[in-house]
């Protein structure tokens, strides 16, 4: 079981908005920035958000990211097709002094 | 273009050895930390390993400690990982992972994170 809990699964139809969570603790989320991973088999890992809300160059604004207090989202706005992958968050935990991952969430466009 | 390329894997039997290269191109390869990420069969992501842009700063998951070496050799932007002592659960696909700066920052650590990836090379920890 992780320490960042994130849902196992969300969807949404083609369009939609599609939102995933992560919670933490004070040691992690809570005073560290989050950071988003997007995951789809065969392919390198793509960093889509860091420091809560900031997009990589190249990751299209229907990705955002927020935080507060002890949790932190991922929003897909306009859901394709591509989407349709491995979400991760991660954050530093001050009390471990780790990288730590959430245990994922797989997203379906229905 | 940043490209991160990952060989070496393969199967093991318990108790063996295998050493992991990650080839790096694209960017001054030492002026960056890297790290080793790895996914196990069904499971999420763990942090396995850094190492910093000069090499000489090393970190390490509690649950390879002693048993994995990271090194770099800057002169042929080649990270490696040489992993002895195997277990089953080291069964995993790992992934190489650049970090946006030139250390692995303990004292901030929110500030470590992984810009670019590998596709990852499997390794097999079975008899």
């Known amino acids: 079981q992780s320490v960042l809990t994130q849902p196992p699964s969300a969807s949404g139809t083609p369009g939609q908005r599609v939102t995933i969570s992560c919670s933490g603790s004070s040691s992690n989320i809570g005073s560290n920035f989050v950071y988003w991973y997007q995951l789809l088999p065969g392919t390198a890992p793509k960093l889509l958000i860091y420091r809560n809300n900031q997009r990589p160059s190249g990751i299209p604004d229907r990705f955002s990211g927020s935080k507060s207090g002890t949790s932190a989202s991922l929003a897909i706005r306009g859901l394709r097709s591509e989407d349709e992958s491995d979400y991760y968050c991660a954050a530093w935990d001050d009390r471990l002094s780790v990288h730590l991952f959430g245990g994922g969430t797989k997203v379906t466009v229905l | 273009e940043v490209q991160l390329v990952e060989s070496g894997g393969g199967l093991v039997q318990p108790g063996g050895s295998l050493r992991l290269s990650c080839s790096a191109s694209?960017?001054?390869?030492?002026?960056?930390?890297m790290s080793w990420v790895r996914q196990a069969p069904g499971k999420g992501l763990e942090w396995v390993s850094a190492?910093?842009?000069?090499?000489?700063?090393?970190y390490y998951a509690d649950s390879v400690k002693g048993r994995f070496t990271i090194s770099r050799d800057n002169s042929e932007n080649t990270l490696l990982l040489q992993m002895n002592s195997l277990r089953a659960e080291d069964t995993a696909v790992y992934f190489c992972?650049?970090?946006?700066?030139?250390?692995?920052?303990?004292?901030?650590?929110?500030?470590?994170?992984?810009?670019?990836w590998g596709q990852g090379t499997l390794v097999t920890v079975s008899s």
């Open positions: 992972a650049r970090l946006p700066r030139p250390s692995y920052d303990i004292l901030a650590g929110y500030n470590n994170y992984f810009d670019y």
């Open positions: 190492i910093s842009g000069s090499g000489g700063s090393t």
């Open positions: 694209g960017f001054t390869f030492s002026s960056h930390a």
